[in-house]
């Protein structure tokens, strides 16, 4: 993303669903402000550190209730899909 600013390439908004290190997301682990870990001003300014298990464990709960978020809307796709394949049959 130009300029790390969330305008992305056209100056329209950001692209994609966040998961980069412009967007704070799961991809960067403990540099995002997804998981309140970082101050948002980039990544590469942070030192590294390793999380606590509590952190840890908010971080992969976090990323659980999002992947059951995604799989309930693939599986809702699928059924619509397959509910209008049998009208057309």
Request: net charge positive; proline share 8%.
């Amino acid at each position: 993303m130009p300029g790390m600013d969330k305008t992305g390439p056209f100056g329209t908004g950001p692209l994609g669903r966040g998961l980069g290190p412009c967007g704070g997301g799961m991809a960067w682990p403990g540099r995002g402000r997804r998981f309140g870990l970082g101050r948002g001003d980039g990544w590469g300014r942070l030192p590294f550190r390793t999380l606590s298990p509590d952190e840890e464990k908010s971080l992969l709960d976090q990323q659980k209730n999002w992947l059951e978020t995604q799989l309930q809307a693939v599986s809702e796709r699928l059924k619509k899909l397959e509910d209008s394949g049998k009208k057309d049959a």
